[in-house]
């Protein structure tokens, strides 16, 4: 039988992510650490083999508030109610100037996560939350909005760099400066002729562009799954192809 099991903590967390200790105002129902999600499976001689899931930070880029709702940039706030929504999770605790929902994918702990600080201080969300539930930088998982990308197109990635996009670079600051998380970039094409970018990013996509977003969500949702239960595994490879070719026509 599989158990998952969050206890109260209300002491000073400290990590090698955020070696400061941090301790956080909550009420008591919002006080809860991760501790691993253990499964017990019989082996031959009667005894149990017991397994430990490391929780994954799932984090989505974004703005809040009706201004942005909906917009290129807020694409990672999008992805992360996709999820939700597939998972069957709440978003209904704030923490650390972000919104929070915990959960499952099958056996593997999730905290789903939406800073509500603006876009160039995701950071003061993520570090702080990754030192409180004590994630690993691996587990790390940053969703958010990529003009290299082709619009509707994705791509996940075990690192790499912050791509001049500023949230991005605002949560590695937080990180101590590391660059080794997961990302899943989400492509929203360029700005067309000289349009500005700030003006491109904050406005809302055309009926088409829509569509392959929608549909690029829905395959995301699946994507971000396979790597919580598997890691960056040859199915991961196999997504990314996927994505990279699916707008191009034999």
Same mark, same amino acid.
């Given at each position: 039988?599989v158990t998952?099991? *969050?206890?109260?903590?209300?002491s000073?967390?400290t990590s090698?992510l955020y070696?400061?200790?941090?301790k956080?105002?909550?009420?008591?129902?919002n006080?809860?650490?991760?501790?691993s999600l253990?499964?017990?499976l019989?082996?031959?001689d009667?005894?149990?083999?017991?397994?430990?899931?490391?929780?994954?930070?799932?984090v989505g880029?974004?703005?809040?508030?009706?201004?942005?709702?909906?917009?290129?940039?807020?694409?990672g706030?999008?992805?992360?109610?996709?999820?939700?929504?597939?998972t069957?999770?709440?978003?209904?605790?704030?923490?650390?100037?972000?919104?929070?929902?915990?959960?499952?994918?099958g056996?593997?702990?999730?905290?789903?996560?939406?800073?509500?600080?603006?876009m160039? *201080?995701?950071?003061?969300s993520?570090?702080?939350?990754?030192a409180?539930y004590?994630?690993?930088?691996?587990?790390?998982?940053?969703?958010?909005?990529?003009?290299?990308?082709?619009?509707?197109?994705?791509?996940?990635?075990?690192k790499?760099?912050?791509?001049?996009?500023?949230?991005?670079?605002?949560?590695?600051?937080?990180?101590?400066?590391?660059?080794?998380?997961?990302?899943?970039?989400?492509?929203?094409?360029n700005?067309?002729?000289?349009m500005?970018?700030?003006a491109f990013?904050?406005?809302?996509?055309?009926?088409?562009?829509?569509?392959q977003?929608?549909?690029?969500?829905?395959?995301?949702?699946?994507?971000?799954?396979?790597?919580v239960?598997?890691?960056?595994?040859?199915?991961?490879?196999? *997504?990314?192809?996927g994505q990279?070719?699916?707008?191009h026509?034999v």
């Open positions: 039988m998952a099991m *969050f206890c109260a903590s209300s000073p967390i090698p070696p400061k200790a941090y956080f105002s909550q009420t008591k129902s006080s809860k650490r991760f501790s253990r499964a017990s019989p082996v031959s009667n005894k149990l083999l017991k397994f430990e899931y490391t929780p994954w930070l799932i880029l974004g703005n809040p508030g009706l201004k942005y709702y909906g917009t290129r940039h807020n694409i706030f999008e992805m992360i109610d996709h999820i939700a929504r597939a069957d999770i709440s978003m209904n605790t704030i923490q650390s100037k972000a919104l929070v929902g915990i959960g499952s994918v056996e593997v702990p999730i905290l789903l996560v939406k800073p509500q600080g603006y160039n *201080f995701s950071g003061e993520v570090g702080p939350l990754a409180y004590q994630i690993p930088l691996r587990h790390i998982l940053m969703i958010y909005d990529d003009m290299g990308l082709s619009n509707g197109v994705l791509r996940l990635q075990p790499g760099g912050h791509s001049q996009h500023n949230g991005l670079k605002n949560v590695t600051e937080h990180l101590n400066g590391c660059r080794g998380y997961p990302r899943l970039s989400i492509g929203i094409g700005p067309p002729g000289n500005d970018m700030k990013l904050l406005q809302k996509f055309s009926p088409l562009e829509r569509k977003m929608d549909e690029g969500l829905e395959q995301g949702v699946e994507g971000v799954k396979t790597l239960e598997e890691g960056f595994s040859d199915s991961i490879s196999r *997504f990314n192809l990279k070719y699916k707008f026509k």
